[in-house]
């Protein structure tokens, strides 16, 4: 019988509204939800569930990652998947079953596994990622153990492989870990794993004691019921009602049609209006095209049975355009070679839990419509595919290039299917290709294409002869894939000779053009140049396999030799970006001086990160009513704001209220951030916006998904009437002279005389080198809830770093009192700096809105709007005239830099002093500088981990590398020639020297750079450039120096009636192990009144949030040492305990022998003593800075063709003293180098021609993934010379690690150096192959320009003229 939409919708009217799931086997009836509602805004506002995390809304973070499990009552079957719960319409997963990282473990009913092991091996810092991650591990050990043909795995492991393990991940952003121990935790499960293999862990002492799985937390497959029995019945009792036929929830705002039929009748009907009704697959087209209004109508085509057909027939394979991307893979995999090729590159968009649930039709539709830079439009058009669609009655059958020629199709046109014909394989060759940062996915692609050749053999030329031809190329820039058909006839029925390729490459040019405002364009076309060439050389004999590795003299050691930890030295000569296996070393001394403090414990609260139940801001239940808020920014640098109007749109109509500079109360000032001595900003833009991104109001809703769209609603009117156009770069602010003033205590100091050092020196030199901006990135984004109290006070929790002077400016905002203001921070999900000055901001705007309203309110910034407000790290701008002499010894060095600081002072003012005390690991001789902070209109730029330090120590590297280049000898010649001695140390460092002892970076640089390890690495390096023209190959040491300086810092110690022990301090735990430290710090201090030391109150201590009426003077978090600071602050707090109660102990033993530490307390309680101590901790100045040192060894391998850098290995030695957590350091160490990575490589934080930046999501902005950190990663923590002046002998891990990375841009020169001089490449002012600059980041399109964007054509054109070797 057929229905009509309004039937239905009465019908199921009651039914309709409700969607029925079971979230951890728990029922949820969710009735009248907005059908816009997310699967993750539902879990999370209706349910307890706070495992999965906002971090990106578009699909691209992993933080929401959830399990979904269907039920399929025919056949009684459950298929389970991960999904990002960030894109899924709860609407649509009706009747299904969702797993959290709650719902697999948790404190009360005992933590899983996976949860386990991700603390064991310290895989878990800021937290905010790991429930995420926690699901993406699950759902592959879920997917692993139900392939019946596996092989039973031994007892504690899962039928996972590690190459499966290393992928599971793939699709999951951490910012804090690097990533090295998730992927252990992971691997740990996989049968195949050698455990020895496996980083530093809590099960075993790696090295000392064996590892076997019997000493992991026990896995069990299947353990967790991933779909209850209620929900199994439920189906199956609506499925009887419903004679048999599967439940459709339809109503008048979902609908959920059964037939094609049902769709058009619901097309013809009124009810159906394309603008306000959205058709959805399965919805991850949202994370790509963000919807820009509010949609109250969906329907949902997934219920088409006829949309979900897989038929695999002699003739080929059709795939309905429902089938998901996984599935697609799953079923192609098992074809023949194309077909498996095709899977191959499908396994590479986006990331498992987006595959699973993206449809291929969805895809092919936002390419056909939308102009979606699609891989699978490219790969199945390459395969002659076939589509069939739906208009009106009528169903078509046309090849995908007629689909894709088409003019964009509406929104009524339905796509039935797709059809891949089976290719005989016989003289049929099959490639893919695309480049993209990230290699397994994740990231879309410059160019991607897909080629299909039938060859025979041409006995004349002895060639190949090219019979036909199909090339396909997209994503450059384009409307849509196409076919390179000029070059395709040229090709056909030629013999495939190297001018043959070279003509065709030419008329490639031709056809690949990128329409105006791609990016990159260039770099694109040669990119399909390089993409051809590979593909066709292939199939001739006179040219080489491009990507051909030297087996035999290219090699690639792993340098010690050592092949104990289970990989084979042949595994590492096939260098395969797209899969190289991860390997690890740690080495770490553990002292017990001090024990527990030495010890690597696991950080505090690992496990309840892991499981979801680590409370962050946003999942603090919010009191009644809430309201939320949204940022209106600019979109101009310099304007009148002349009036902010709403389009007329539904999202409007949840606008509540708009706070403005207007309603910052009476007595309160308009101010966003402030440090004392350095300058403020504004809260919001009051009549003039100084910058594109600045604050004008706050748009308030009801929910936090109704502000954000609401906001994206706003317009805002501007005029530039009588205003100065704005500056925007720094060399408009230096030929405008606008600049902030450097204040002088904060100003560097010039070394000696740099005319005279000039006059000393044989040569001179001079260059610029630019450094770009970073975002930092944190997971969690900027968020605050503001409560408003009684008697004019107010609650704040924020997620934030400094929280002290948060409290003061929100107290200064509204015109109250500090002590009216209450700041709470317990734990931030990842700050790095961005959550210094700009939480501020929010707390700000959260507490004047809320004051305002009389309501509670919350701002959780979008990434959008987070990316865009803050500013993140100072573009900067180095000249340099360099005098040295003839033997490499510099004399004389003057620096130009220039800062592009932004439009307020921020912190900026700090920079200066960092950039050059990095930059003096070497001593120059003379130094002169001249610094100047631009104040410009773009967003104010502020602090991100080493701000300044990780800038100088690369402008270092820059010069002595040009200075090596220009003597034509080794790097590592002149950076041991210009590191410092003692002597010369103390002259460009003074007080923070310490004592002579204490300077090891010259014996640490030479113990790396001249061992006899990497003399062979690097002759190693040198062979395999020598015998590979497409790849090549740099090593780099680099050392560095980082001057820390410590702060007063406040500690509370407060033992309860039982023992249990709270401890309080000013420093925020922002995944630094701070409270790891201080729990350790707290056993140890109060340890004199135990008989073991104090290990036995390790578990009695809670380190508790930051509130700032508790304790005051918190300052803020960062510069290294909050650790050290606050551990001193406890330990002297610890020390008053220790005094009151020895006498009590001491009493006690006279009566007994032994006390224990619960009797001492109760005894100490029953005599009132008292049992809460604090302590402001004040270090002493003459010692209160002093250096960090560390070195890092990097290897990389640059394809010449494509600019994609694979970092083969990295070795770093940090001296982090002696180390009050190896463990915790071990972390530092490792992810401020993964960060480094991301800022000297691939993280471009790019703005337009306002200054407004527009890589403002995951689409555009690549941090670090999985698969693009060292493929070997070994850190050293050494203790280079005890020092007593310290904090227990320890020395800082935080921010200096970053510095390393440089070691990564730096091993990149060696290898494109080495290209360069391959192919005569002599681009660059220098005009020279083997000197030339390079800036930060170094992008794809950087590496490849460097290399020579046409060295295709001059190898092509070589080989042609018989010039070169054919076999190079
Ligand atoms: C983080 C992320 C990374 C990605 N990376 C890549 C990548 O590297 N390479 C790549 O190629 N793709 C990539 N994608 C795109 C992804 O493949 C698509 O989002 C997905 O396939 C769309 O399928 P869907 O079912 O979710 O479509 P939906 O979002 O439901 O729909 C998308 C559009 O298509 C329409 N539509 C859907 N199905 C049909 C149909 N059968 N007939 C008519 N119209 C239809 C919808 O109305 C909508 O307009 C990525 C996506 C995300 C979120
Ligand atoms: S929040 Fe869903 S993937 Fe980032
Ligand atoms: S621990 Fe992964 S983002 Fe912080």
């Given at each position: 019988?057929?229905?009509?939409?309004?039937?239905?919708?009465a019908?199921?009217?009651?039914?309709?509204a409700?969607?029925?799931?079971a979230?951890?086997?728990?029922r949820?009836?969710?009735?009248?939800?907005?059908?816009?509602?997310?699967l993750?805004?539902?879990?999370?506002?209706?349910?307890?569930?706070?495992?999965?995390?906002?971090?990106?809304?578009?699909?691209?973070?992993g933080?929401?990652?959830?399990?979904v499990s269907?039920?399929?009552?025919?056949?009684?079957?459950?298929?389970e998947?991960?999904?990002?719960?960030?894109?899924?319409?709860?609407?649509?997963?009706?009747?299904?079953?969702?797993?959290?990282?709650?719902?697999?473990?948790?404190?009360?009913d005992?933590y899983?596994?996976?949860?386990?092991?991700?603390?064991?091996?310290?895989?878990?810092?800021?937290?905010?990622?790991?429930?995420?991650i926690?699901?993406?591990?699950?759902?592959?050990?879920?997917?692993?153990d139900?392939?019946?043909?596996?092989p039973?795995?031994?007892?504690?492991?899962?039928?996972?492989?590690?190459?499966?393990?290393?992928?599971?991940?793939?699709g999951?952003?951490?910012?804090?870990?690097?990533?090295r121990?998730?992927?252990?935790a992971?691997?740990?499960?996989?049968?195949?794993?050698?455990?020895?293999?496996?980083?530093?862990?809590?099960?075993?002492?790696?090295?000392?004691?064996?590892?076997?799985?019997?000493k992991?937390?026990g896995?069990n497959?299947?353990?967790?019921?991933?779909?209850?029995?209620?929900?199994?019945?439920?189906?199956?009792?609506?499925?009887?009602?419903?004679?048999?036929?599967?439940v459709?929830v339809s109503?008048?705002?979902?609908?959920?049609?059964?037939?094609?039929?049902?769709?058009?009748?619901?097309?013809?009907?009124?009810w159906?209006?394309?603008?306000?009704?959205?058709?959805?697959?399965s919805?991850?087209?949202?994370?790509?095209?963000?919807?820009?209004?509010?949609?109250?109508?969906?329907?949902?085509?997934?219920?088409?049975p006829?949309?979900?057909?897989?038929?695999?027939?002699?003739?080929?394979?059709?795939?309905?355009?429902?089938?998901?991307?996984s599935?697609?893979?799953?079923?192609l995999s098992?074809?023949?070679?194309?077909?498996r090729?095709?899977?191959?590159?499908?396994?590479?968009?986006?990331?498992?839990?987006?595959?699973n649930?993206?449809?291929?039709?969805?895809?092919?539709?936002?390419?056909q419509?939308?102009?979606?830079e699609?891989?699978?439009?490219?790969?199945?058009?390459?395969?002659?595919?076939?589509?069939?669609?739906?208009?009106?009655?009528?169903?078509?059958?046309?090849?995908?290039?007629?689909f894709?020629?088409?003019?964009?199709?509406?929104?009524?046109?339905?796509l039935?299917?797709?059809?891949i014909?089976?290719?005989?394989?016989?003289?049929?060759?099959?490639?893919?290709?695309?480049?993209?940062?990230?290699?397994?996915?994740?990231?879309?692609s410059?160019?991607?294409?897909?080629f299909?050749?039938?060859?025979?053999?041409?006995a004349?030329?002895?060639?190949?002869?090219?019979?036909?031809?199909?090339?396909?190329?997209g994503?450059?820039g384009?409307?849509?894939a196409?076919?390179?058909s000029?070059?395709?006839a040229?090709?056909?029925?030629?013999?495939?000779?190297?001018?043959?390729?070279?003509?065709?490459v030419?008329?490639?040019?031709?056809?690949?053009?990128?329409?105006?405002?791609?990016?990159?364009p260039?770099?694109?076309?040669?990119?399909?140049?390089?993409?051809l060439?590979?593909?066709?050389?292939?199939l001739?004999?006179?040219?080489?396999?491009?990507?051909?590795?030297?087996?035999?003299?290219?090699?690639?050691?792993?340098?010690?030799?050592?092949?104990?930890s289970?990989?084979?030295?042949?595994?590492?000569?096939?260098?395969?970006r797209?899969?190289?296996?991860?390997?690890?070393?740690?080495?770490?001394?553990?002292?017990?001086?001090?024990?527990?403090?030495?010890?690597?414990?696991?950080?505090?609260?690992?496990e309840?990160?892991?499981?979801?139940?680590?409370?962050?801001?946003?999942?603090?239940?919010?009191?009644?009513g809430?309201?939320?808020?949204?940022?209106?920014?600019?979109?101009?640098?310099?304007?009148?704001?002349k009036?902010?109007?709403?389009?007329?749109s539904?999202?409007?109509?949840?606008?509540?209220?708009?706070?403005?500079?207007?309603?910052?109360?009476?007595?309160?000032?308009?101010?966003?951030?402030?440090?004392?001595m350095?300058?403020?900003?504004?809260?919001?833009?009051?009549?003039?916006v100084?910058?594109?991104?600045?604050?004008i109001?706050?748009?308030?809703?009801?929910?936090?998904?109704?502000?954000?769209?609401?906001?994206?609603?706003?317009v805002?009117?501007?005029?530039?009437e009588?205003?100065?156009?704005?500056?925007?770069?720094?060399?408009d602010?230096?030929?405008?002279n606008?600049?902030?003033?450097?204040?002088?205590?904060?100003s560097?100091?010039?070394?000696?005389?740099?005319?005279?050092?000039?006059?000393?020196?044989?040569?001179?030199?001079?260059?610029?080198?630019?450094?770009?901006?970073?975002?930092?990135?944190?997971m969690?984004?900027?968020?605050?809830?503001?409560?408003?109290?009684?008697?004019?006070?107010?609650?704040?929790?924020?997620?934030?770093?400094?929280?002290?002077?948060?409290?003061?400016?929100?107290?200064?905002?509204?015109?109250?009192?500090f002590?009216?203001?209450?700041?709470?921070?317990?734990?931030v999900?990842?700050?790095?700096?961005?959550?210094?000055?700009?939480?501020i901001?929010?707390?700000?705007?959260?507490?004047?809105?809320?004051?305002?309203?009389?309501?509670?309110?919350?701002?959780?910034?979008?990434?959008k709007?987070?990316?865009?407000?803050?500013?993140?790290?100072?573009?900067?701008?180095?000249?340099?005239?360099?005098?040295?002499?003839?033997d490499g010894?510099?004399?004389?060095?003057?620096?130009?830099?220039?800062?592009?600081?932004?439009t307020?002072?921020?912190?900026?003012?700090i920079?200066?002093?960092?950039i050059?005390?990095?930059?003096?690991?070497?001593?120059?001789?003379?130094?002169?500088?001249?610094i100047?902070?631009?104040?410009?209109?773009?967003?104010?730029?502020?602090?991100?981990?080493?701000?300044?330090?990780?800038?100088?120590s690369?402008?270092?590297?820059?010069?002595?590398?040009?200075?090596?280049?220009?003597?034509?000898?080794?790097?590592?010649?002149?950076?041991?020639?210009?590191?410092h001695?003692?002597?010369s140390?103390?002259v460009f460092?003074?007080?923070?020297?310490g004592?002579?002892?204490?300077?090891?970076?010259?014996?640490m640089?030479?113990?790396?750079?001249?061992?006899?390890?990497y003399?062979?690495?690097?002759?190693?390096v040198?062979?395999?450039?020598?015998?590979?023209?497409?790849?090549?190959?740099?090593?780099?040491c680099?050392?560095?120096?980082?001057?820390?300086?410590?702060?007063?810092?406040?500690?509370?110690?407060?033992?309860?009636?039982?023992?249990?022990?709270?401890?309080?301090?000013?420093?925020?735990?922002?995944?630094?192990?701070?409270?790891?430290?201080?729990?350790?710090?707290t056993?140890?201090?109060l340890?004199?009144?135990?008989?073991?030391?104090?290990?036995?109150?390790?578990d009695?201590?809670?380190?508790i949030?930051?509130?700032?009426?508790?304790?005051?003077?918190?300052?803020?978090?960062?510069?290294?040492?909050?650790?050290?600071?606050?551990?001193?602050?406890?330990?002297?707090?610890?020390?008053?305990?220790?005094?009151?109660?020895?006498?009590?102990?001491?009493?006690?033993?006279a009566?007994?022998?032994?006390?224990?530490?619960?009797?001492?307390?109760a005894?100490?309680?029953?005599?009132?003593?008292?049992?809460?101590?604090?302590?402001?901790?004040?270090?002493?100045?003459?010692s209160?800075?002093?250096?960090?040192?560390?070195?890092g060894?990097?290897?990389?391998?640059?394809?010449?063709?494509t600019?994609?850098?694979t970092?083969?290995?990295?070795?770093?030695?940090?001296?982090?003293?002696?180390?009050?957590?190896?463990?915790?350091?071990?972390?530092?160490?490792?992810?401020?180098?993964?960060?480094g990575?991301?800022?000297?490589?691939?993280?471009?934080?790019?703005?337009?021609?306002?200054?407004?930046?527009?890589?403002?999501g995951?689409?555009?902005?690549?941090?670090?993934?999985?698969d693009?950190?060292p493929?070997?990663?070994?850190?050293?923590?050494?203790?280079?010379?005890p020092?007593?002046k310290?904090?227990?002998s320890?020395?800082?891990s935080?921010?200096?690690?970053?510095?390393?990375?440089?070691?990564?841009?730096?091993?990149?020169?060696?290898?494109?150096?080495?290209?360069?001089?391959?192919?005569?490449?002599?681009?660059?002012?220098?005009n020279?192959?083997?000197?030339?600059?390079?800036?930060?980041p170094?992008?794809m399109?950087?590496?490849?320009?460097l290399?020579?964007?046409?060295v295709?054509?001059?190898?092509?054109?070589?080989?042609?003229a018989?010039?070169?070797?054919?076999?190079?």
């Amino acid at each position: 019988m057929q229905r009509r939409p309004e039937e239905v919708a009465a019908a199921t009217a009651k039914a309709a509204a409700t969607v029925v799931l079971a979230v951890n086997g728990k029922r949820y009836e969710a009735a009248g939800v907005d059908p816009s509602t997310t699967l993750l805004e539902f879990l999370r506002t209706h349910t307890p569930v706070r495992g999965p995390k906002l971090g990106c809304g578009e699909g691209g973070c992993g933080a929401c990652v959830v399990l979904v499990s269907q039920y399929n009552s025919a056949t009684d079957e459950v298929t389970e998947f991960s999904a990002s719960s960030c894109l899924t319409l709860l609407r649509s997963i009706d009747r299904c079953s969702v797993t959290t990282s709650e719902g697999i473990g948790n404190t009360k009913d005992g933590y899983h596994a996976v949860q386990q092991r991700l603390s064991g091996f310290h895989a878990s810092q800021c937290g905010f990622c790991t429930p995420g991650i926690c699901m993406s591990i699950f759902s592959a050990l879920v997917k692993a153990d139900k392939v019946a043909s596996r092989p039973t795995p031994p007892t504690g492991f899962s039928k996972l492989t590690t190459s499966e393990a290393e992928k599971a991940v793939s699709g999951n952003l951490c910012r804090c870990t690097g990533y090295r121990p998730v992927v252990d935790a992971c691997k740990s499960f996989a049968a195949d794993v050698d455990l020895e293999d496996l980083g530093l862990n809590c099960f075993w002492r790696k090295g000392n004691e064996p590892a076997t799985v019997s000493k992991l937390p026990g896995y069990n497959s299947g353990a967790v019921c991933t779909f209850p029995e209620f929900l199994k019945s439920e189906i199956m009792s609506s499925r009887e009602n419903a004679n048999g036929a599967a439940v459709a929830v339809s109503s008048d705002d979902w609908y959920h049609p059964e037939s094609i039929e049902e769709l058009h009748r619901l097309f013809d009907s009124n009810w159906f209006d394309e603008n306000s009704v959205k058709i959805v697959a399965s919805n991850t087209g949202s994370g790509v095209y963000k919807d820009q209004d509010l949609y109250d109508k969906y329907i949902d085509i997934k219920g088409i049975p006829e949309l979900s057909v897989i038929i695999s027939s002699s003739k080929g394979i059709e795939l309905g355009s429902v089938v998901s991307i996984s599935k697609a893979i799953e079923v192609l995999s098992d074809g023949n070679l194309v077909f498996r090729k095709i899977a191959d590159h499908l396994s590479k968009v986006a990331s498992p839990f987006v595959r699973n649930t993206a449809t291929i039709g969805g895809n092919i539709i936002m390419a056909q419509r939308l102009s979606f830079e699609s891989d699978i439009a490219t790969v199945l058009l390459a395969a002659g595919t076939t589509v069939t669609i739906q208009v009106a009655s009528k169903r078509l059958c046309l090849t995908l290039e007629d689909f894709l020629q088409q003019s964009p199709c509406d929104s009524r046109t339905l796509l039935m299917s797709i059809f891949i014909p089976n290719w005989d394989s016989d003289g049929i060759t099959f490639e893919t290709f695309r480049a993209a940062p990230r290699p397994f996915g994740n990231a879309v692609s410059y160019v991607n294409s897909a080629f299909l050749a039938r060859t025979s053999a041409d006995a004349a030329s002895g060639e190949n002869l090219m019979e036909d031809i199909c090339l396909v190329f997209g994503a450059y820039g384009i409307d849509h894939a196409i076919r390179a058909s000029k070059v395709e006839a040229f090709l056909k029925g030629k013999p495939v000779s190297s001018s043959v390729i070279l003509k065709a490459v030419q008329l490639l040019k031709e056809t690949v053009s990128p329409s105006e405002g791609t990016t990159h364009p260039e770099y694109r076309i040669s990119l399909a140049v390089s993409f051809l060439f590979t593909f066709l050389s292939s199939l001739t004999k006179s040219v080489n396999e491009p990507a051909k590795v030297n087996v035999i003299n290219g090699s690639y050691t792993n340098g010690t030799g050592d092949t104990s930890s289970g990989y084979s030295l042949k595994e590492h000569l096939k260098v395969d970006r797209n899969y190289l296996p991860i390997h690890s070393r740690q080495e770490m001394v553990f002292g017990d001086e001090y024990k527990p403090v030495g010890k690597p414990i696991k950080k505090v609260g690992a496990e309840l990160q892991a499981s979801g139940e680590a409370v962050y801001v946003d999942d603090i239940p919010v009191p009644k009513g809430c309201l939320y808020g949204a940022f209106i920014y600019s979109t101009r640098p310099h304007a009148h704001v002349k009036g902010i109007n709403f389009k007329s749109s539904l999202a409007s109509q949840k606008v509540i209220t708009v706070i403005t500079a207007k309603d910052i109360p009476r007595g309160g000032q308009n101010i966003g951030s402030s440090y004392p001595m350095l300058g403020e900003e504004a809260l919001f833009a009051d009549q003039v916006v100084e910058f594109a991104g600045q604050n004008i109001g706050v748009v308030i809703a009801e929910t936090q998904w109704y502000a954000y769209m609401a906001a994206k609603q706003a317009v805002v009117e501007y005029s530039t009437e009588n205003l100065q156009p704005p500056i925007l770069t720094i060399e408009d602010a230096i030929q405008q002279n606008s600049y902030f003033q450097i204040p002088t205590f904060l100003s560097p100091k010039p070394v000696g005389d740099y005319d005279q050092g000039v006059s000393e020196a044989d040569h001179t030199l001079s260059a610029e080198v630019k450094l770009e901006s970073q975002y930092h990135f944190y997971m969690e984004t900027q968020v605050a809830l503001a409560i408003p109290d009684e008697d004019n006070c107010i609650t704040i929790y924020s997620s934030a770093q400094f929280v002290e002077i948060t409290q003061d400016l929100v107290a200064r905002c509204l015109g109250i009192p500090f002590h009216n203001v209450r700041v709470i921070t317990r734990r931030v999900g990842g700050g790095f700096g961005g959550k210094a000055m700009k939480a501020i901001h929010i707390a700000c705007a959260c507490a004047v809105a809320a004051f305002k309203l009389q309501r509670p309110v919350k701002m959780y910034l979008d990434r959008k709007t987070d990316m865009i407000i803050v500013g993140g790290r100072h573009p900067m701008k180095a000249k340099y005239s360099v005098g040295f002499k003839s033997d490499g010894r510099i004399t004389a060095l003057h620096l130009d830099l220039g800062l592009n600081a932004g439009t307020a002072p921020d912190l900026s003012a700090i920079l200066p002093t960092n950039i050059i005390s990095s930059f003096i690991k070497y001593n120059w001789g003379a130094l002169a500088f001249n610094i100047k902070l631009c104040k410009t209109n773009v967003s104010s730029k502020t602090t991100m981990r080493a701000p300044g330090d990780v800038q100088g120590s690369f402008i270092a590297e820059a010069i002595i590398e040009h200075v090596a280049s220009v003597l034509s000898v080794d790097t590592n010649t002149i950076r041991r020639k210009n590191l410092h001695d003692f002597k010369s140390l103390a002259v460009f460092y003074g007080e923070s020297v310490g004592e002579a002892s204490t300077y090891t970076l010259a014996t640490m640089f030479d113990k790396l750079a001249l061992s006899p390890d990497y003399q062979h690495r690097a002759t190693m390096v040198e062979h395999f450039n020598n015998s590979n023209k497409w790849k090549k190959r740099g090593i780099s040491c680099v050392p560095i120096t980082f001057e820390v300086r410590l702060r007063a810092a406040p500690g509370k110690v407060s033992i309860m009636n039982d023992g249990s022990i709270a401890v309080e301090v000013g420093g925020v735990e922002i995944g630094q192990g701070l409270w790891t430290k201080v729990k350790q710090m707290t056993a140890f201090g109060l340890g004199q009144l135990c008989a073991d030391g104090g290990e036995c109150l390790l578990d009695k201590v809670r380190v508790i949030q930051v509130d700032t009426l508790s304790v005051i003077q918190g300052g803020f978090t960062g510069g290294s040492t909050t650790s050290e600071n606050s551990c001193e602050a406890v330990r002297q707090s610890c020390l008053i305990l220790v005094e009151r109660l020895k006498p009590v102990k001491e009493s006690l033993e006279a009566k007994g022998g032994t006390v224990e530490w619960s009797a001492l307390i109760a005894e100490a309680s029953m005599a009132s003593a008292n049992l809460s101590a604090h302590a402001y901790w004040n270090p002493d100045p003459t010692s209160s800075s002093y250096l960090n040192y560390g070195a890092g060894i990097s290897e990389v391998e640059v394809d010449v063709l494509t600019g994609a850098t694979t970092i083969l290995r990295s070795d770093l030695v940090h001296d982090c003293g002696q180390s009050l957590n190896p463990a915790v350091d071990l972390g530092q160490v490792e992810g401020a180098f993964i960060q480094g990575v991301g800022f000297f490589t691939d993280e471009e934080y790019k703005t337009n021609a306002d200054g407004m930046v527009i890589h403002d999501g995951t689409w555009t902005y690549k941090i670090p993934t999985v698969d693009t950190i060292p493929k070997q990663f070994n850190v050293e923590l050494i203790n280079s010379a005890p020092d007593k002046k310290r904090v227990l002998s320890s020395k800082a891990s935080g921010e200096a690690p970053l510095l390393l990375a440089s070691s990564v841009h730096c091993a990149m020169r060696e290898a494109i150096r080495a290209a360069r001089k391959e192919f005569s490449v002599c681009t660059g002012p220098a005009n020279s192959a083997v000197t030339f600059q390079m800036d930060v980041p170094a992008t794809m399109p950087v590496v490849k320009e460097l290399c020579g964007l046409d060295v295709v054509e001059r190898y092509l054109q070589s080989v042609s003229a018989g010039t070169s070797s054919a076999t190079a």
